[in-house]
């Protein structure tokens, strides 16, 4: 079973502060990585894509992987009350599907 | 607009029957798939299709049946055997994870057995 990992949280930030969400993952062979926010009740949507290392930015948003150490992370800028959510890091699985993590709860404070 | 159709939004089921959750997308997407969520955890995958008439189990199949007749749409079953079925099921499709898409995901069905 190919496991990722995430702190389940909350992570409480106050409003304009930088958020820091991590990620870790069991498959040396995994080759993309998704981002997904969930807000309370509803589906999860994707807000970031990585499969190089490095970072890749995407306005308030920076995914950084680093396929060496198995780690995925996301930053947001200027985080906003609206980022209040969770943030789900999924992986590629052979077979073309997607493991999820649990998720980690993201509280921005006004 | 092109999406993901699931439906109904909640569902409701006696103990001992089977119930069907639709999924239809008109995205032209090859690929769909079946996830359970259970309050705080992630997403489980229950069932996947690449291509029409085609699907194999995920994780957590036990108790679950489904179909891929069409492109379009693969409904999901609940049998009387998933001893547990109350969850939030999310229907998802993919035009090719390695090229960085993801999946698009329909808007949920909430189960709960009464």
């Known amino acids: 079973q190919k496991e990722v990992e995430q702190n389940s949280g909350p992570l409480s930030v106050p409003e304009g502060a930088i958020a820091s969400l991590n990620c870790t993952y069991s498959?040396?062979?995994?080759?993309?990585f998704f981002w997904y926010r969930q807000y309370s009740g509803k589906s999860p949507e994707l807000i970031m894509s990585?499969?190089?290392?490095g970072d890749k930015e995407d306005g308030r948003f920076t995914a950084q992987l680093n396929k060496a150490s198995q780690y995925v992370s996301l930053l947001i800028r200027d985080s906003q009350p609206s980022d209040s959510a969770t943030y789900l890091c999924a992986v590629t699985e052979y077979g073309n599907k997607l493991v999820f993590g649990a998720g980690t709860i993201l509280r921005v404070k006004s | 607009d092109g999406g993901i159709t699931q439906s109904p939004k909640y569902l409701f089921r006696k103990e001992g029957q089977n119930v069907t959750l639709s999924c239809e997308q008109n995205?032209?997407?090859?690929?769909m798939y079946w996830y359970r969520q259970d309050p705080g955890q992630g997403l489980r995958l229950i069932y996947y299709s690449q291509i029409v008439n085609d699907f194999q189990k995920g994780d957590i199949a036990e108790g679950y049946s489904v179909s891929r007749e069409k492109k379009e749409s693969f409904p999901l079953t609940v049998t009387s055997a998933q001893k547990n079925p109350t969850a939030f099921y999310l229907c998802?499709?993919?035009?090719?994870?390695?090229?960085?898409?993801?999946?698009?995901f329909g808007s949920g069905t909430r189960l709960t057995v009464v």
């Open positions: 998802a499709s993919s035009d090719g994870l390695g090229a960085g898409y993801g999946y698009t």
């Open positions: 995205l032209n997407h090859d690929a």
């Open positions: 498959d040396r062979g995994s080759q993309s």
């Open positions: 990585i499969y190089s290392n």
